[in-house]
C-alpha cells in the first residue's frame, strides 16, 4: 500500500549549491530521512505510515540537475502504520505480499528542474512485483555543511498512485484506492569532485 519509493526517493536531486557532481548516501543511520504515506480509510479519516528500513544514493550536480540520478530500496516488511495487527494485514496477501515480494525499489529515469526549487522527479517503482513509472514533485530543503565536516543535501518529495496500478486490488471502497507518499530525504555526501 505504499508507493513506496520514491522514494526516495524523491527525493533528491535537486538545485543545491554545489560546485560539482556529489555522491549522496540517504542519511538513514542518523534517522535523517523517511518515507511515509497515507491513506483514507473508508473515505473518513486518513491512515498513516512509514518504512522503518531503506537505504539509497542520489547524484547531484549544481551546473547540470537534469543529469541527476537516484536509487533507492525499501524493505517491505518494515513497514509501520503503529498497529500489530493491522500492519500483518498490510504485509499479508491482501496487501503488500512481503513474503513474496520483500523489496521495493526506485530507479530514476529523469530530473526535470522546474524553477524556485522545485522538480520533477521521474523514475521506475517496482512494488508489488509490478514495475511502473511514477512521477515525484521534489522541493529543495537545503544543503550546506554538517557540525562534522561533512555535507548535506536535503529534499522533500510527494506523490501518488493507485494502489491498482501494483496489482494490489484489496477493495477499502472508492476512497481508499489511491495512496500518497511523503519523502522526506537527507544525504550525506561521499564525494565531491
Same mark, same amino acid.
Given at each position: 500500500?505504499?508507493?513506496?519509493?520514491?522514494?526516495? /526517493?524523491?527525493?533528491?536531486?535537486?538545485? %543545491?549549491?554545489?560546485?560539482?557532481?556529489?555522491? @549522496?548516501?540517504?542519511?538513514?543511520?542518523?534517522?535523517?530521512?523517511?518515507?511515509?504515506?497515507? &491513506?483514507?480509510?473508508?473515505? @473518513?479519516?486518513?491512515? @498513516?505510515?512509514?518504512?522503518?528500513?531503506?537505504?539509497?544514493?542520489?547524484?547531484?550536480?549544481? $551546473?547540470?540537475?537534469?543529469?541527476?540520478?537516484?536509487?533507492? *530500496?525499501?524493505?517491505?516488511? %518494515? /513497514?509501520?502504520?503503529?498497529?500489530?495487527?493491522?500492519?500483518?494485514?498490510?504485509?499479508?496477501? $491482501?496487501?503488500?505480499?512481503?513474503?513474496?515480494?520483500?523489496?521495493?525499489?526506485?530507479?530514476?529515469? %529523469?530530473?526535470?528542474?522546474?524553477?524556485?526549487?522545485?522538480? *520533477?522527479?521521474?523514475?521506475?517503482?517496482? /512494488?508489488?512485483?509490478?514495475?511502473?513509472?511514477?512521477? &515525484?514533485?521534489?522541493?529543495? &530543503?537545503?544543503?550546506?555543511?554538517?557540525?562534522?565536516?561533512?555535507? #548535506?543535501?536535503?529534499?522533500?518529495?510527494?506523490?501518488?498512485?493507485?494502489?491498482?496500478?501494483?496489482?494490489?486490488? @484489496?477493495?477499502?471502497?472508492?476512497? %481508499? #484506492?489511491?495512496?500518497? /507518499?511523503?519523502?522526506?530525504?537527507?544525504?550525506?555526501?561521499?564525494?565531491?569532485?
Amino acid at each position: 500500500m505504499i508507493r513506496a519509493f520514491s522514494l526516495t /526517493l524523491s527525493l533528491l536531486l535537486g538545485l %543545491s549549491g554545489q560546485l560539482h557532481a556529489t555522491e @549522496y548516501k540517504i542519511d538513514t543511520a542518523g534517522a535523517h530521512a523517511f518515507i511515509q504515506f497515507k &491513506i483514507k480509510h473508508l473515505g @473518513y479519516s486518513w491512515l @498513516y505510515g512509514r518504512f522503518d528500513e531503506f537505504n539509497g544514493r542520489f547524484n547531484y550536480d549544481a $551546473d547540470k540537475p537534469e543529469a541527476s540520478s537516484v536509487n533507492v *530500496e525499501i524493505n517491505t516488511a %518494515s /513497514l509501520n502504520s503503529n498497529h500489530a495487527e493491522r500492519d500483518k494485514h498490510l504485509r499479508g496477501k $491482501d496487501f503488500l505480499n512481503v513474503d513474496k515480494y520483500p523489496k521495493a525499489t526506485f530507479v530514476s529515469t %529523469s530530473f526535470t528542474p522546474k524553477g524556485d526549487g522545485k522538480a *520533477e522527479l521521474k523514475g521506475k517503482l517496482t /512494488l508489488h512485483g509490478v514495475t511502473k513509472e511514477i512521477s &515525484i514533485d521534489v522541493t529543495e &530543503i537545503g544543503g550546506g555543511k554538517d557540525p562534522w565536516g561533512g555535507y #548535506r543535501q536535503g529534499f522533500h518529495g510527494t506523490t501518488e498512485f493507485a494502489l491498482k496500478d501494483f496489482g494490489i486490488d @484489496y477493495d477499502l471502497g472508492p476512497a %481508499s #484506492r489511491t495512496v500518497q /507518499l511523503i519523502l522526506d530525504v537527507e544525504g550525506i555526501a561521499q564525494s565531491m569532485m
